[in-house]
């Protein structure tokens, strides 16, 4: 069975672009989390998605988003990019909301803002 | 707020020998879970372990093995006959009611043959 994939897998953009980062959860999952990973603050919880709710977000600007489709693939998106957006952005699906099943996460993008 | 805290940022073990990660939590909350993670240079977060509060029983993944003190908020990680792809980060995290894992820094693993 396909796992939790993420696209792309590197990013390079300027500061004040914009990004979208794609994940497609395994199949049946139905919650999706996304979470930022930098050397200095570590991992993060950005928000969690469930039947294209977004259900909670995490301490991060208005300028993160995103969104989940009816066939639970979610997206994310960050506006006018700073350089310190710059990290690993892990995507996260489990089979329900409770923790109990664990999560499956994906390889990551990395986004690199210059 | 919930906090995870792993106490050591880098250990080494001999191949095939024991080693042990350590964790603690902070929460006031009775019923939650516990995991335990790997990220490879890979970069993808592998569950290699997980706990439920509410059961006793400490959990136990073949080679893996946790140590879980909900008194003490402790929850550590053994790992028997240390293999050579057992090298990683290994990441400690607590599952709280807000639907979102509480990780801690992280501890890397250094498998020495």
């Known amino acids: 069975k396909a796992g939790v994939t993420q696209t792309p897998r590197y990013l390079i953009k300027t500061r004040g672009q914009q990004v979208t980062l794609s994940c497609s959860p395994i199949?049946?999952?139905?919650?999706v989390s996304w979470y930022q990973q930098t050397p200095g603050q570590g991992l993060q919880f950005l928000f969690e998605?469930?039947?294209?709710?977004?259900?909670n977000k995490g301490n991060f600007p208005g300028r993160f988003s995103g969104r989940q489709f009816s066939n639970s693939r979610s997206e994310m998106n960050v506006s006018t990019l700073e350089l310190g957006d710059s990290a690993l952005y892990l995507c996260?699906?489990?089979?329900?909301?409770?923790?109990?099943?664990?999560?499956?996460f994906g390889s990551g993008t990395r986004l690199t803002v210059v | 707020a919930q906090t995870v805290t792993q106490s050591q940022p880098e250990m080494s073990v001999q191949e095939a020998e024991t080693v042990t990660l350590s964790c603690t939590y902070d929460?006031?909350?009775?019923?939650?879970?516990l995991f335990w993670y790997k990220q490879p240079p890979s970069r993808q977060m592998i569950l290699v372990i997980r706990?439920?509060?509410?059961k006793q029983q400490n959990a136990t993944e073949n080679r893996f093995s946790v140590n879980f003190q909900k008194a003490a908020k402790s929850f550590s990680l053994k790992i028997s006959d240390s293999q050579l792809g057992d090298a990683a980060m290994y990441f400690c995290?607590?599952?709280?009611?807000?639907?979102?894992?509480?990780w801690g820094a992280g501890t890397k693993l250094i498998i020495k043959p």
């Open positions: 996260a699906s489990s089979l329900t909301r409770t923790g109990h099943y664990g999560y499956t």
């Open positions: 199949s049946g999952h139905r919650s």
């Open positions: 998605y469930f039947s294209e709710t977004q259900r």
């Open positions: 929460t006031s909350e009775s019923d939650y879970y």
């Open positions: 706990q439920e509060a509410y």
């Open positions: 995290a607590y599952w709280d009611s807000n639907y979102q894992l509480i």
